[in-house]
C-alpha cells in the first residue's frame, strides 16, 4: 500500500442490505471496500486484498462465520469484528475464540461501528499489515521497517532483578522467560515464539507495562478502544466477557495456566497482574 491510498476493508455479509450499510459506513470512513457474500469468497477476498479490518457474519452460505474468522487467522492478522444477530453469551465467547477482536450485535447502530473502526485505527497495527507493507497510520520508523528479525538473530534477554516485574530492553518488555518486542511485535517465550492475534498481544503488552499493578477489565477494553472519550467509551458487561475470553485465549497460547499461573494470575472481583518473581515457576 503506498501512501494516499484509501485503506482497505473486507466486507463478508450474505445480506446485500446489511451490505450496503457497512460499505457506507467504512467509505465515510476512507476505506476502499471489498465485498463477499459467502465465506469461500470472503477467505478468497482476504487472501487477495489483505484488508486492514475484516467485518464478518455468522450465518454464510458455504462455510459459516467461525470457521471462517478460524482459517483467516491462519493467515492474516486483519482485525475482524463480527457481526451477528446471534446474541446469547456462548455465541459471542465462541466469536472471539475464534479469532474476532470486536463482537456487536446485529442491528448495530453505524455510529458504533465507526467508533470501534476508529478505535481500531488507534491501535499499533504492525502486525496486522502483511509482510512488506508498511505502516498506514504513519510513516514507518527504522525499526519497524526493518524485516522482523528470526529466533535464531535475538540475543537471550537479561533476566529481571527480584522484585521487578519487567524490564525495558529493545523497545521490549520482559517477565520471567517470556518477552515482546512492541517495535516487530514477536513474543517469547522461552525463546520460542508465539502467535498472538493484535487484541491478545495488546492484552499482554498492556499487562507487562503495568507489572505487578492490577489492569481492571473495564480499563483493558478502554485501553484496546484508544479510550477517545466518546460516547461510545463505556464498557458494558459482554465488553468484559470479551476481555475474559481474549485472556483465556492468551493464556492458553502462552502455556499459562490460571489456577497456577507463571505469568498472569488473576485478581479475583478486579481484574488481571503480572505473577511476583517471588513465585515458584
Known sequence: MTAGEPLVAVIIEDDPGVR????EVFLAAGFRTVQAGSGPDGLAAVAAHHPIITTLDINLPGIDGFEVARRIRQVSDTFIIMLSALADESDVVLGLTSG???YLVKPFRPRELRARIEALLRRNRSSAVPTGTPEVA??????SAAPAPSV???PALPMVAAGDATVATWRGLVHRDLSLDLDTRLVLVAQRPVELTPTEFDLLAALLEAGRRVCSKADLALGLRGASGDAFDRVSEPDKRAIETHMANL???LGDSPTAPRYIETVRGVGYR???DDRPA
Open 20 to 23: 450496503s450499510l457497512l460499505d
Open 100 to 102: 474476532a477482536d470486536e
Open 138 to 143: 504513519s510513516a514507518p520508523s527504522p525499526q
Open 152 to 154: 535464531a538473530s535475538i
Open 251 to 253: 493464556r492458553r497460547k
Open 274 to 276: 503480572l505473577t511476583s
